[in-house]
């Protein structure tokens, strides 16, 4: 503490934090500043009414105390009221924006899958995948414009519209199909989580639901030569390409003159559900005859120019088309499952696939070549394709019984001398017994081995 006389030796005041002390007249003037709640200091003067600087500083000291303390506890209970309130006033300010940003429109059910197909948090897929996934989420939109109308928004579907659609998807189709639904409207509402301000995700809670995965039965030599023999234009060659390549439906009916070599004699593609796996196949007789009978300036494009805009417009159309090719034919597409209630799909045109494998394996035909002809993914099969030569590949497509009558002058015809050999052997055929034919089979097999080593 400093003090300041009026008639001091060197006239000037002294002072610290804690204030002064100006001698006026006989007593004793004591000033010290405050910093109020805005921040500024303010000067506070208060006489001593003491003669004494001892007596002086006492009082001093004990104002400064008593003041100092008081209004540092206002200044911080001032300052804690002054933050209480700016926090107010943020948080009613923050609630106002969000008032004001959820009364504004959201995006629509009706947009969701554009907004989706060309949001960049997606992952990428196939132009037939995306289709796939359109087609199931406009059922959807469908689903929800007819049973809740009043729901127009993304973010306004609640848990209780996603139990209501997964229910309505175990009475329309199976338990494997409700599962593929959910796990799309899932990934859809997570990628538009931002852009569609929604807040929570109403496909997360619904449970799986088990599968039992059901085969495609093969069919038979006779089912096949009836339901072709009542086939006409693109189908009967839709037809012939999935009984003599194996191949599934979206490759057949996309299937492109590009991948074609007519003159060896072979079909190469990638297969679009294992479109990093590359398969050639040779082209049986039947179908090499088919195809030769297009003029080779239509050899531009789709193969099926007809039947690849259906399918990749709708597949459901073309799937309908094959279904009742089959029923024309007699063949029944459906069985019952086993609780009796639901009907499954018992064959389509991918039992043209199992059919495929079953007949080049009963003819003998290595299961590892027939393999590499399918384009199965497992490492173990991949392995045997790239060890398969093209002789094996080429006698195991010509192992297949043609079911399809072609024109002779369509068919390529084999050379005279291999004309009359073939002939030969398939004259005897019917009078083979059923262990000679096992027999000729299994020769056929070792002589293709030996060939292809």
């Not at 209480?84 to 059910?109: M, S, T």
């Not at 959807?140 to 998807?169: G, I, Q």
């Not at 497509?397 to 390529?412: E, M, Q």
Request: charged share 30%; proline share 4%.
């Amino acid at each position: 503490m400093a003090v300041q006389h009026k008639n001091g030796k060197d006239g000037k005041r002294r002072g610290n934090h804690t204030g002064t002390l100006i001698k006026r007249g006989k007593t004793y003037l004591a000033q010290w500043s405050v910093r109020g709640p805005d921040g500024k200091r303010k000067r506070i003067s208060k006489s001593t009414h003491c003669k004494n600087i001892e007596d002086a500083r006492a009082f001093l000291e004990n104002e400064l105390k008593s003041l100092t303390l008081d209004d540092e506890e206002k200044f911080v209970d001032r300052l804690l009221d002054a933050k209480k309130l700016i926090n107010v006033e943020r948080q009613e300010i923050a609630e106002q924006k969000a008032r004001e940003e959820d009364a504004k429109p959201a995006l629509a059910i009706a947009d969701g899958f554009e907004a989706f197909k060309s949001s960049k948090r997606r992952k990428d897929c196939g132009e037939r995948t995306l289709a796939g996934y359109e087609s199931q989420y406009e059922t959807f939109a469908t689903w929800m414009k007819k049973t809740y109308p009043k729901v127009t928004e993304l973010r306004k579907v609640t848990a209780a519209e996603a139990d209501a659609f997964s229910a309505y998807l175990l009475t329309s189709y199976s338990a494997n199909t409700h599962n593929k639904y959910i796990t799309l409207l899932a990934y859809v509402w997570k990628v538009l989580k931002e852009p569609a301000r929604i807040t929570d995700n109403p496909w997360g809670q619904i449970v799986k639901k088990s599968v039992t995965m059901h085969v495609r039965r093969e069919l038979t030599v006779e089912e096949l030569t009836r339901v072709c023999g009542k086939l006409e234009g693109e189908m009967r060659l839709l037809f012939a390409l999935g009984i003599y390549t194996g191949l599934r439906l979206g490759d057949c009916a996309t299937m492109e003159w590009g991948k074609i070599d007519l003159a060896r004699g072979f079909l190469q593609t990638n297969p679009h559900k294992t479109s990093k796996t590359l398969v050639r196949i040779p082209l049986h007789p039947t179908l090499a005859g088919m195809l030769s009978e297009i003029p080779s300036n239509e050899h531009t494009g789709f193969v099926l120019k007809e039947i690849a805009e259906t399918y990749l417009h709708n597949s459901s159309i073309l799937t309908h088309r094959i279904k009742k090719a089959f029923t024309r034919a007699g063949i029944k597409t459906t069985a019952k499952c086993k609780d009796g209630k639901n009907a499954r799909v018992d064959v389509g045109f991918h039992s043209l696939r199992h059919t495929f494998v079953s007949l080049s394996a009963n003819a003998g035909v290595p299961l590892t070549v027939v393999q590499a002809i399918v384009g199965h993914t497992n490492p173990v099969m991949t392995r045997h394709y790239f060890h398969a030569s093209d002789d094996a590949l080429k006698g195991a497509v010509a192992a297949l019984p043609d079911v399809i009558d072609i024109s002779d002058k369509a068919r390529p015809s084999p050379s005279p001398a291999k004309t009359d050999k073939l002939s030969a052997i398939r004259s005897e055929i019917p009078s083979l017994a059923d262990a000679e034919l096992v027999e000729l089979a299994q020769f056929v097999n070792a002589e293709i081995k030996r060939r292809s080593a």
